[in-house]
C-alpha cells in the first residue's frame, strides 16, 4: 500500500509541538515492504533543510485564485527518517523562520495543500491512501472530491486526525476564489458558522476521522470547540486511537543527547546524576526533589496557572521542593515567570524557549513533570516521562485520562480533576510524600518505565483502518 502523509511539521525537520513528534515516529513505523509510506510537509527555513541533502523531483506552478506561484517539491536523499520526505517549497510563502503565526497564514497553508494535490495528481502511481493532519491539510479530503482538477485522486480514500480541535483554519467567503474550480452545489461542505471552516470541511468529506485519544473522541463531543454538534454528526465514521512514541528516540538507556544513560535497573543513580548536572546549569540543589513542566505556554495547556503554582508550592513547600519550566508562548505569561525568578532564585528556574536536548535531559532529571492541561487531545509527555522513570502529575482529561492512573488507585502517576492552582499543589504535596518513601517511588518510576507505548501496535492498528475504508471505497 502506498501511504501519504500531509501535515504541517515533522520532527527533526520542523516542530513546534506534538504534531511534530506523531508525523516524525508514526510513518517510521508503517513503512515496511508492504508499505511505502510518503511524508509531505511544507518546506520551512530550519536547520533541518539547510543541513541536509534534497534532490528537485518536481516543479510546478501553483494557482490561488488570481495569484501564481511557483514551487518545488525536494526529495531528501539520504532516507535516514526511515520514510521519504518530501518537502514543498513555495519560496514567497514558505521561505521563512517559522512555522505558523503570519498574517497570510492561510494563503500559505492553502497554496500548500494545492501544490501537493498538483503533484500528487501528476505523479505516475496514484497513492492508495492520504492522511491528513489538523486544519492545515483539511482542505485537502474536499478539493481532492470536488475539484474536476483532480479528478485522478476522485476514489482515493482519505483520513483526516485531528490533534487538536481548537484551532480550525477559519477564514471568510471572500477568499473561496482562492480555492480551484468547483460545481457550487458543493459549496456547503465548506461552510461551518457562516465561513469556510478547514477542520469541519475535513470532518464532512474524508472517509475517517481519527482523534488521537478515545477519551478526547468524547470529550470533542460536548466542549466548547464549536464544532460539537458535528463530531456527534460523524461518530459512525470516528475512531479514538490512542498516540504512541518514538521508542528509538525516547529511550534513556541510548539517548545520545543525556551524558548518563540509565535503564529500570539503574534509574536510581542515573536520575540522579543527570539531577546534578541540570541543577548545576540552574543553580539548585540536586537533594530535593524536582518537579518540571515541559511545553507550549498556552492556556489550554494550563499554563496560565503556573506563576501561581511555583509561588504557591514554594510558598507551602518552602525549601523542600525545586520546580523547573521549559517552555514558550504566551508572552504574559513569559512574563510572568521572568519576574519570580529573582524571588524564587535557588528553587525555582525557567528556560523560555524550545530546546529538544534540554527537554530531553530534563525528563531524565525530574522527579516529577507537571501536566495540568485544560484540553490535552493525546500529550506525549506523560508518556515520555514514564519512559524516563519521571513520575506524571496530570489532569484527568483527554489522552492523560487514557495514559495515567493515580498511584494510588495502584497506577502510573499522579491525578486531579481540576485544572486549578489548589488541585496541582495537592497532587504535589502527595508527590513530596511520595518522594520521602523510596521503596515506593521506585516501584512506581519501574512500572512506568516497564510500558509499552510505542507505535508498533498503534501504526497497525491504522494500517487496518486504511484498509477498511479502501475495501469500503471499492464496495461503493
Ligand atoms: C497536539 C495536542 C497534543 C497531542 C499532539 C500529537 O499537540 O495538543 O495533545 O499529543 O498534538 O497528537
Known amino acids: 500500500m502506498e501511504i501519504f502523509h500531509i501535515g504541517a511539521e515533522c520532527y527533526p525537520v520542523a516542530k513546534v ?34 543541513e541536509n541533502d534534497f534532490e528537485c523531483v518536481h516543479w510546478g506552478k501553483l494557482k490561488l485564485g488570481n495569484f501564481n506561484f511557483p514551487f518545488s ?49 501528476g505523479r505516475s502511481s496514484i497513492p492508495d491512501i492520504i492522511h491528513c493532519h489538523d486544519h492545515h491539510t483539511g482542505l485537502i479530503p474536499f478539493m481532492k472530491k470536488y475539484c474536476p482538477k483532480y479528478d485522478k485522486l476522485k476514489n482515493i480514500p482519505t483520513l483526516i486526525t ?6 480550525q483554519g477559519i477564514f471568510t467567503f471572500n477568499k473561496l476564489y482562492y480555492l480551484p474550480e468547483f460545481d457550487l452545489i458543493n459549496i456547503k461542505e465548506l461552510e461551518w458558522g457562516n465561513c469556510i471552516n478547514s477542520l469541519a470541511t475535513a470532518i464532512k468529506c474524508a472517509d475517517q476521522v481519527t482523534t488521537v485519544s478515545p477519551s478526547y ?24 486511537i490512542l498516540n504512541g512514541i518514538d521508542t528509538d528516540v525516547w529511550d534513556p538507556e ?48 494550563g499554563a496560565d496557572l503556573l506563576p501561581k503554582i511555583v509561588s504557591t508550592a514554594l ?14 508562548g504566551d508572552v504574559e505569561i513569559e512574563n510572568q515567570l521572568k519576574q519570580l525568578l529573582s524571588i524564587y532564585s535557588g528553587n525555582y528556574n525557567a528556560y523560555i524557549g524550545y530546546n529538544e536536548e534540554l527537554a530531553h535531559k530534563t525528563y531524565a532529571s525530574s522527579d516529577f513533570i507537571l501536566i495540568p492541561s485544560r484540553v490535552e487531545p493525546c500529550g506525549l509527555n506523560q508518556m515520555y516521562a514514564l519512559r524516563y522513570g519521571t513520575i506524571p502529575i496530570v489532569r484527568r482529561t483527554g489522552g492523560l485520562k487514557d495514559t495515567i492512573v493515580d498511584f494510588e488507585d495502584n497506577g502510573n502517576g499522579i491525578c486531579h480533576d481540576q485544572a486549578s492552582v489548589e488541585d496541582v499543589c495537592d497532587s504535589m504535596k502527595r508527590a513530596l510524600d511520595l518522594y520521602k518513601n523510596k521503596e515506593n517511588i521506585n516501584q512506581i518510576r ?30 461503493s
Open 17 to 50: 509541538g506534538g504534531l511534530a513528534d506523531v508525523i516524525g515516529s508514526l510513518p517510521k513505523y508503517q513503512n515496511s515492504e508492504e508499505n511505502k509510506v510518503r511524508v509531505v510537509i511544507p518546506c520551512y527555513q530550519t536547520t533541518f533543510r539547510s
Open 73 to 121: 517539491v525536494l526529495k531528501e536523499t539520504s532516507n535516514k527518517l526511515g520514510f521519504e520526505l518530501y518537502l514543498i517549497e513555495i519560496p514567497e510563502l514558505f521561505d521563512r523562520p517559522n512555522i505558523y503565526n503570519y498574517r497570510d497564514d492561510i494563503e500559505r497553508f492553502l497554496s500548500f495543500q494545492i501544490a501537493a494535490l498538483d503533484w500528487i495528481t
Open 162 to 167: 485531528i490533534h487538536n480541535g481548537l484551532y
Open 217 to 240: 473522541l468524547n470529550e470533542i463531543n460536548h466542549s466548547d470547540n464549536g464544532l460539537e454538534t458535528l463530531f456527534q454528526r460523524v461518530r459512525h465514521k470516528s475512531k479514538g
Open 254 to 301: 541510548k539517548d545520545p543527547m543525556l551524558e548518563i544513560n540509565y535503564s529500570a535497573e539503574t534509574i536510581d543513580d542515573g536520575k540522579l546524576k543527570n539531577k546534578e548536572q541540570l541543577c548545576t546549569v540552574f543553580n539548585m540543589n540536586p537533594a530535593k526533589p524536582l518537579f518540571s513542566f515541559i511545553g507550549r505556554l498556552y492556556n489550554e495547556k
Open 315 to 328: 510558598t507551602i513547600f518552602k525549601e523542600e521542593i525545586n520546580i523547573l519550566i521549559l517552555g514558550y
Open 446 to 475: 519501574i512500572k512506568g518505565m516497564t510500558i509499552d507505548h510505542s507505535w508498533k501496535n498503534v501504526s497497525q492498528e491504522y494500517i487496518e483502518l486504511y484498509n477498511l475504508i479502501i475495501a469500503k471505497t471499492y464496495e
